[in-house]
């Protein structure tokens, strides 16, 4: 492969997609180095170029997307701190203004659907439960692990079971915060899922 023909279809590749072909990455021989529209520098698979000019992978710039999220997060009293402990790429880690801090999905950071388990008001800020119900309907047997502030109201009012239903609660276990207790329940069904 002549290496001139292949950095002038890299580079070609690139413009398509508004992006400038700036040379190969001295680390990887993967990824190349490009400069967005927006004028901030970005590190991409060759390939993933290829496919953003083929219309079916997008560009975003990290650094804007960043900065954008950071001013969303600002305008709701939260300071982005950085990536997500436990790696979800869909939360990060924020600081409140009262020095708190927490994981919160970026949809919900968005939507402003966010309270401060420290100072906020919201079910995410009072004590919550974990429990474990057993459910018997007719000859049908489940159990339930969720959380819920009164696990005997979302039996009774919001699981929408038929009254004859026979529910118990086999266990309960006390958590700070409501916050605590959702992040608490979606390790243990992630737990029980690979499991």
């Keep these: 492969i002549c290496q001139a023909c ?11 997609v508004a992006l400038v072909y700036l040379g190969r990455d001295p680390e990887e021989t ?35 997307f960043a900065a954008e999220e950071a001013a969303i997060a600002a305008r ?4 982005r701190i950085g990536p997500d402990p ?4 869909n939360y990060h880690l924020y ?18 659907q966010v309270d401060c388990p420290g100072c906020g008001k919201g079910w995410s800020a009072r004590e919550s ?15 339930k692990l969720g959380y819920s502030a009164h696990p005997e109201k979302r039996h009774r009012h919001q699981l929408g079971l038929p009254p004859e239903a026979r529910v118990r609660v086999l266990r309960e276990l006390v958590v700070p915060t409501g916050a605590a ?15």
Excluded: K, S
């Excluded at 709701?76 to 300071?79: A, D, L, Y």
């Design 6 to 16: 292949l950095e002038a279809r890299r580079a070609e590749t690139a413009a398509r």
């Design 30 to 64: 993967a990824y190349g180095l490009y400069r967005a529209r927006c004028g901030h520098d970005q590190r991409r698979q060759f390939d993933y170029v290829r496919r953003m000019a083929e219309g079916t992978a997008g560009l975003r710039c990290e650094t804007c």
């Design 76 to 79: 709701r009293g939260w300071t």
């Design 86 to 89: 436990e790696r979800n790429p």
């Design 95 to 112: 600081r409140h203004a009262c020095g708190t801090e927490r994981r919160i999905a970026r949809a919900n950071l968005f939507w402003g």
């Design 129 to 143: 439960r974990i429990y474990l119900l057993d459910l018997r309907h007719g000859d049908r047997h489940f159990l």
């Design 181 to 195: 207790a959702c992040a608490a329940e979606q390790r243990m069904h992630g737990d029980l899922r690979r499991g």
